[in-house]
DNA sequence: TAAGAATATAGCAAAATGATATATAAGGAT
DNA sequence: ATCCTTATATATCATTTTGCTATATTCTTA
């Protein structure tokens, strides 16, 4: 059986140094939340099952009195993630809740449809802005790729914005109604 | 408690008219799959969830001597269903292991680098096509948003396909290097 | 007429989420 | 000094979801 794709990143995160379940944590809501995330109760089972399998290692340690287990990438570890790094990725998996109500949008009334739309743009906005204001997590190694994912996630987010921007124009030139049934689009 | 997504989904499947658990599976595979995704061991438990809360009616009926149950919305459930309609939208989350990718590449060699991101357009090219092929499933109602949708999607992987493209362009500029440690780009 | 594709439902192990519980340390406010 | 909040750190658990397998019938096509 081969890792799922969190026992990955978890491989990864450890590939930047020894860390704590906490900071790995950290790492991937700072870093990649917003294109993979994961929670504490996968990660913290994982780190056991990757110790049981020989992939990491782990040390108790005391910082300022504090009990803290330190995770830290074998070298069948570093193995594993790099033949992943090299496998076929797979196929992105979107959940996107405002698609779907598009799909029921017929449903609504047009004054209801502009309102939802509006409401969605802004959403939208909200959100890159707090993608503008993420400072790469890596300090040194990765920080060229940590700021290129965050450029494509800003890329991302504009062409949404742009792309409900033009639908919301449409709607309103409508009064919110749309054309029933038309076979070609723009 | 409220619905999830996914119960949601099962009732704007059956505001198109009377479906069995199989029907829906298909309708949703055809149309939303690639912005949200259900499975049977989902569907047909959320069925009989919404029926136990009198969301939908079901029949028994015999098609052709074959067994089916024919579930359909309530006046409840199409309430509530309105109701969803109008609240708003969960923001969207995504599984991009491309991007997981992306914040380890600095472990990859220059020329495995270009091959993972000449792969992943190929991917992205081929499920592009695999869009345009679709036709939209509802005949009548909500079938100029069924073409917003996939119109949508193809706009969505024309921008990954730019974007990691531009990508790919750089890397070959540099042979498969980056800067390290740039601090701006472009 | 036999293979295989499509229709139809059911069940389950594994994975993931989201939430809660617990506890300590650090920092600031009153 | 004491209180409150935030941050660090781990653990657990019910619910949801996925992906897979099993089962059975009918329709299509070679």
Redesign the interface.
């Known amino acids: 059986m081969s890792n799922t794709?969190v026992e990955?990143?978890i491989l990864?995160c450890l590939?930047f140094g020894p860390r704590s379940g906490y900071e790995i944590k950290k790492i991937i809501s700072m870093?990649?939340s917003?294109?993979?995330?994961a929670s504490y109760g996968s990660i913290y089972p994982i780190l056991k099952k990757h110790e049981d399998n020989g992939l990491v290692s782990s040390e108790e340690t005391v910082d300022n009195g504090r009990y803290k287990r330190i995770y830290q990438l074998t070298p069948k570890g570093y193995k594993v993630?790099?033949k992943w790094?090299?496998e076929?990725?797979?196929?992105?998996?979107?959940?996107?809740?405002?698609?779907?109500?598009?799909?029921?949008?017929?449903?609504?009334k047009p004054g209801?449809r502009i309102k939802?739309v509006e409401?969605?743009i802004e959403?939208l906005i909200l959100?890159k802005q707090e993608l503008e204001e993420i400072e790469p997590y890596a300090a040194?190694?990765?920080?060229?790729?940590?700021?290129?994912?965050l450029?494509?996630g800003e890329?991302?987010y504009s062409?949404?914005i742009e792309?409900f921007g033009k639908?919301l124009d449409e709607l309103k030139n409508n009064s919110g109604d749309?054309?029933?049934?038309?076979k070609t689009?723009e």
Chains 1, 2 share one sequence.
């Open positions: 794709t990955n990143i990864g590939s870093s990649s917003w294109f993979y995330n993630f790099e790094m090299l076929s990725p797979k196929l992105m998996t979107v959940k996107y809740e405002m698609a779907v109500k598009l799909m029921f949008f017929a449903h609504l209801q939802q409401q969605h959403q959100f040194s190694e990765g920080d060229f790729y940590q700021r290129l994912i450029d494509w890329n991302l062409f949404l792309w639908f749309v054309p029933i049934n038309s689009r």
